[in-house]
């Protein structure tokens, strides 16, 4: 039996023996006392898009073998994953990819989530990250299966630049409609993911800010990451999240905005007009693995501690076993109770250096 730390509900540290049904209502902390509170399901390694910064063509081509339907873990079986997850303190779950919305019936997997109640009975936050390719004609149906929120990707306003980051034929309005008819369907505040290239489209920054303003959207810079191996990431293309605040005040009037919660990875900032708010996520320029509570579960099954692992934990066989809420649970306890990573703290040094996962793989 080996040793976790438990978070007692009186938010005291406890020490327990872990067995299959002892986690129940003491969620676990991981080796630096981060307790494990969002899921991030990737439910497809493919998509419709190649951004070089994620899945470039020359790598991602037609040669490119991606996981046989078989083995991508079924919605009984995510579901399952899930329910043990939030048995031990998750009250977020995200889904994402590749592109979520290509695999087929997704509405049926947010229906089978959304079902779940925490141990208190409350529903959890259940959002999606897309491309937005295909959002115009699901949005209804993922809101009324439960979805509650969308964040939608978007780099470019610009058609020529658009086209040539996606490494697609699809247009920005195509994304745009997606945008419009999410917060249509109430699945708002829908936030905008900007990953941000300097010299590529540091240009569309402003653009895009004066767009979004003044709509209900939160847009949200995202300095671009050494994810995976396959990006050809390099320094000098980042630009930091004060350098784009920087330019963003040269244009328009911005105050903070206090987080809401321990863990929130966007830095918020808002219109002092009363235009909106906006976000920084400065992984790269100031890491916050401190307060890191994300835990990542691939098409495959398994469960990745850190989008820069190298490896992630079989729960497959386990879930194909017929292991139960309980088992689950303990094993799942188990991994993250051994949890140690916090790459961005580390990235550049030596021991940090190692082959890691890719983005398209174990999703945003
Ligand atoms: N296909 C969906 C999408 O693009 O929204 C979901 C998966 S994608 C891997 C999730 C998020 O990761 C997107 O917002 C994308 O822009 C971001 N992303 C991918 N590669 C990145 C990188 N190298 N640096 C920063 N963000 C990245
Ligand atoms: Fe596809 Fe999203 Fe990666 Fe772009 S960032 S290639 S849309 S998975
Ligand atoms: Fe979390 Fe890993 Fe990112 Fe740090 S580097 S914030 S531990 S995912």
């Avoid at 490119?64 to 339907?69: A, G």
């Avoid at 409609?177 to 941000?196: C, F, H, T, Y």
């Avoid at 890491?287 to 099954?301: H, I, K, M, V």
């Amino acid at each position: 039996m080996s040793k976790v730390i438990f978070l007692a509900p009186n938010g005291e540290i406890a020490q327990d023996a872990l067995s299959p049904g002892s986690h129940a209502g003491v969620p676990p902390l991981d080796r630096r006392g981060r307790p494990l509170r969002d899921l991030r399901i990737s439910v497809t390694d493919r998509c419709n898009f190649r951004c070089a910064y994620c899945m470039p063509r020359e790598v991602f081509d037609g040669n490119y073998t991606f996981l046989p339907h078989a083995s991508l873990l079924t919605f009984e079986e995510i579901t399952r994953v899930a329910q043990a997850a939030i048995q031990l303190g998750v009250r977020k779950i995200r889904l994402t990819g590749g592109e979520p919305l290509m695999r087929k019936n997704l509405e049926r997997l947010v229906g089978m989530l959304a079902m779940l109640r925490t141990p208190d009975g409350e529903a959890i936050d259940l959002t999606l990250t897309t491309n937005g390719t295909l959002l115009e004609k699901k949005a209804a149906a993922l809101r009324d299966a439960g979805l509650t929120r969308v964040t939608v990707s978007l780099d470019a306003l610009d058609e020529h630049l658009f086209e040539r980051m996606s490494d697609s034929r699809i247009s920005v309005k195509t994304v745009l409609r997606g945008i419009d008819e999410a917060a249509r369907v109430g699945l708002s505040p829908v936030k905008v993911n900007m990953v941000v290239r300097k010299g590529v489209n540091d240009d569309q920054i402003v653009p895009m800010a004066r767009h979004f303003r003044h709509t209900g959207h939160v847009l949200r810079f995202i300095e671009f990451m050494d994810v995976g191996t396959t990006n050809g990431w390099n320094m000098a293309e980042v630009l930091s999240g004060a350098e784009i605040l920087r330019l963003l005040r040269a244009h328009f009037p911005l105050e903070a905005v206090k987080a809401d919660y321990r863990g929130e990875v966007a830095a918020r900032w808002r219109y002092v007009d009363g235009g909106g708010e906006i976000g920084l996520i400065t992984s790269v320029s100031q890491p916050f693995c401190g307060d890191c509570t994300r835990a990542r579960l691939s098409p495959e099954g398994s469960i990745f501690l850190c989008l820069f692992a190298d490896r992630g934990h079989d729960l497959r066989a386990l879930v194909r076993s017929g292991a139960d809420t309980g088992a689950l649970a303990a094993r799942i306890a188990n991994i993250w109770s051994g949890r140690d990573d916090h790459y961005s703290e580390i990235r550049g040094r030596e021991s940090s250096a190692h082959r890691k996962i890719e983005m398209s793989y174990i999703g945003g």
